[in-house]
Every structure is written in C-alpha cells, then in structure tokens.
C-alpha cells in the first residue's frame, strides 16, 4: 500500500481543478456522442494523408551505424489518417486536440516498457507522456515546491535543472559527491543537522545513472540507502534518468571489453535497480525520456509515479504543454508497435555495444595522451559523459601566477584547449548554488564521447592532452 503523500503537495497544486473542457474529452470519439463540446477542426482538414519513416529492422546484426534504406533491410512505418494496425496512433486523432496524459497505444506501450524494466513494487502507479526531462522537471516543481521552498541537489549537476529551479524561487541544497555518485552517510548527516526552524527539503533531484556532468552511477546499495534515508526524511526522489539503458560493463586497464551478444534476459538483469523498482512507499518519481536512446528531437518523455501524484501532473499540464506533438506520438509508436518490447529491447543492447566501444576508446586515448603526472579520471559505466580530474597545486605557477586558485588554474587550460581546437567543458559551470568553498585543489573538466566519431573523438582528447601539457610545463 502505497503511502498517502498529499501533504507534501504545493498550494499551487492543491489548489489545481480539473479543466472543465478537459474532462468532456472523454466522450470524444464515442460512436454514440455527436461530440460538440470543443474547437476541433475536422480531420478531413488536416493536410497530412500519410507519414512513411523506414528504420532499422531489429536484431540490428549490422549495429546502430547501418543506414536503413526502401529496399533493404528495414521496418516501413507508415502513419494514416485512419487506423491502419492495432498499435497506430491515427494521424485524424493524433493531430487532434486529445488526451493530455497521452495516447492510449503510447502510454500503453510504456506502462508495459515500465512493467518488463522497473516490475513498480505497489499497483497504484501509472505514467503521463512529457515533452522532454527538462519540462518534466519543471513539473516537478511546479507541483511540489512552493516558494521559497528547499531541494536536495548533487553539488555538481545539469545547469538547466538549476536554472529551472531557480526561476521558480526554490532554494538548492547540494550534496557531497565522490566518483560514483551521492554519497548517502553525507545526506544522512545533513539531514540529520537542519536547522529545524526550516521545513525539510520537499525533493532529492539526482541524474542517478551516467550523471551530466560527473559521468558517475549510483549503484544498487547507494540506491537502497538513498531511499531509506528518503523514508526517514519524508521527501520525495526524483530520478532524472535518460541516460538509464547507456550502461556499460566496467573498464578494465589494459583488457578490450568484452561485447558478446546478450540476450534479453542477460542485458535486463545487468541493469542497475532502479528507485523506482524499490519504492514500496509511491515517493519516487521516475523522469524518462526517448531523447537519448531514439532522439532529441521527438520530444517525448514521461513521468512515472503514484496515481495519486500523476493526477496532479495531469492537471498541470491541461493548462501548459497540453500533451506532446501528435506527429512525434504517432510516428514513435509506429515504429515501437512494429518492433515491440523485444525489438525496442533489441535496439536498447544494440546501443549499449556502440557506446562502449566510444567509451573505451576515449579512455584508451586518455591513457595514450593524457600526463598521469596532473590528471586522473574514472571510467564511467554509464551515459556519454566523461570526466578528467586535474590538480591546480601541482602547476608550477600555482601560488605565484594563479593566486593559488584553482579556478584560474581551470580557465587557462580551458582557454588553451580552445586556442588549439579542443572544447571540454570546465566542471565549476555545473556546481550547484550554495556549495561550500573549499580548499580542494582538483578541478574536472567534462567531456562526451557520444557528439563525434571516434577519428575526431581521437584527435580532439590529443589536443587537449597537449594544452594540459603546454600549461603545466609538462
């Protein structure tokens, strides 16, 4: 039984009514209703008769890189303005006004998506479609915080998640991070010392998989202790999490990862648990999204939770984004109902072996180029990010050039890299507000082996290896 958490609902969401137009919209397209209640323009006005994507057919034997074609191997969605198979989305009632949760044939797909991955541990749960984990977010706000309200944040994190945050007058309070993620004894501490004039923090919002920008993972025993201390608090997590099915084995130094074909069963039970799969109490929101496993540009994500909170979510958006494009929901759920949950599995293992085999070249050239004398990094075993940790006290100049200020120390190498044609971003653009100073000396730029093929990939991590070596005098 899932825990009534209605109390930690904003007065902007408690006082949220169902749209009145909104809630007519279940009798439309009734065959008995003469449905008159909305602005819908006719279908027969919609100037698209038909959509025809061809893709790569699934088991992907040739991998990701192969270029479907018409008479090749390859899967012909074609979308109409009428029911074409069981699984289409119409286009006459996608391009419609419709359902702000999203439609049926969608949402059913992710729910089952949802079920096969995560197996949600209590039945009241249930998802809405998004139009992306940057609009969920702010959803998330909108309908939690109010004002001058906390939130739990890692100390280094997406800009865009603060600038969300802090546009909605929302405080941040970061927390300690090492290489593989939050560390749980460091939110336990915190919480354990606020200052109790002050509300305890609503939300812990972690990108808990292949995290922007660390590169780091929360493995299953952080996870569980994560979401004890969760449970002791009172406070809802938010799982931010498009980068979930780009998990790798781990890298090991001089060994070539191994990448045998997997079978479904194989590559489910390698994925790390997530919170979600260990909610027993309905206080973890689960933010997902195709952007990084199909494409940015569908702008289609979801939201998975209680019922109870994803009605919220609901009414928020009948007066916001309304529901995703109708063309994105029609033409990804003909591609999904043609290759279905074994072949969209298929292509999610496809895209693990692609990814690793970018992920260890980039550590393979880091080890090649890199001066181990004033770097260091962490193979990441998830997402497309990277990070290389570097040690201003150990610049020459440190003290006498540099003020003995690491963050001068980051700028000039940063600027170096520029000026010889290599852009790796400087990791104190995603520190968190109201992160302590600290006497630390290390700084981190963050990389990504996913925006380039390897050859350039290859050449920019030596151009960077080399500004590192020109400002170190190394």
């Not at 009172?234 to 191994?258: A, H, R, S």
């Not at 494009?325 to 599995?345: E, K, N, T």
Request: glycine share 6%; hydrophobic share 40%; aromatic share 12%.
């Amino acid at each position: 039984m899932v825990k009534d958490l209605s109390h930690l609902l904003s007065d902007q969401s408690k006082g949220r009514q169902p749209s009145p137009l909104k809630s007519a919209f279940k009798y439309y397209g009734k065959d008995d209703i003469v449905f008159l209640g909305g602005g819908l323009p006719m279908a027969d006005y919609f100037p698209w008769e038909k959509i025809v994507a061809y893709s790569p057919e699934p088991p992907f034997e040739d991998g990701i890189g192969a270029q479907p074609s018409v008479t090749g191997k390859s899967v012909v969605s074609e979308v109409h303005k009428h029911k074409v198979e069981e699984f289409d989305i119409p286009l006459a009632r996608s391009l419609q006004y419709g359902n702000t949760q999203g439609n049926q044939e969608l949402v059913q797909f992710l729910k089952d998506h949802t079920k096969m991955i995560h197996n949600v541990p209590y039945p009241e749960w249930d998802l809405c479609l998004t139009i992306g984990n940057t609009q969920s977010w702010e959803a998330c706000i909108r309908t939690f915080c109010n004002p001058g309200d906390a939130i739990l944040v890692e100390e280094f994190t997406f800009p865009s998640a603060v600038e969300t945050a802090r546009n909605l007058n929302v405080e941040f309070v970061p927390v300690k991070m090492d290489a593989y993620g939050i560390i749980p004894s460091a939110l336990d501490e915190l919480l354990a010392n606020w200052d109790s004039s002050k509300p305890i923090p609503k939300l812990l919002y972690s990108i808990c998989t292949g995290q922007n920008p660390t590169g780091s993972s929360l493995n299953e025993e952080r996870r569980k202790e994560i979401y004890a201390i969760a449970c002791k608090y009172d406070f809802i997590i938010v799982e931010d999490e498009p980068y979930y099915f780009l998990q790798m084995n781990e890298y090991e130094t001089g060994k070539k990862t191994e990448l045998k074909e997997q079978t479904h069963e194989e590559f489910l039970n390698a994925l790390v648990k997530s919170f979600i799969s260990m909610d027993v109490e309905g206080r973890v929101l689960r933010l997902d999204s195709f952007s990084k496993v199909l494409a940015p540009g569908s702008r289609i994500g979801w939201i998975v939770g209680q019922s109870a909170l994803l009605e919220r979510f609901i009414r928020l958006h009948e007066v916001s984004i309304q529901a995703p494009s109708g063309f994105s929901q029609s033409i990804v759920q003909a591609l999904l109902g043609r290759w279905g949950q074994s072949g969209y599995v298929d292509w999610l293992i496809a895209l693990r072996k692609e990814y690793t085999i970018k992920r260890d070249f980039t550590i393979q050239a880091l080890e090649k180029y890199m001066p181990t004398e004033v770097v260091s990094w962490t193979p990441p075993i998830a997402g497309m990010f990277f990070t290389i940790v570097l040690d201003a006290a150990k610049h020459p100049e440190f003290k006498t050039k540099y003020n003995s200020d690491p963050l001068q120390v980051e700028n000039a190498v940063y600027e170096h890299g520029l000026k010889d044609g290599c852009l790796m971003i400087p990791g104190s653009w995603f520190k968190a507000p109201n992160v302590p100073k600290s006497k630390e000396t290390t700084f981190f730029y963050r990389g990504t082996y996913a925006a380039v093929p390897l050859e350039t990939l290859g050449v920019g991590l030596e151009r960077f290896a080399n500004a590192v070596k020109a400002k170190f005098g190394l």
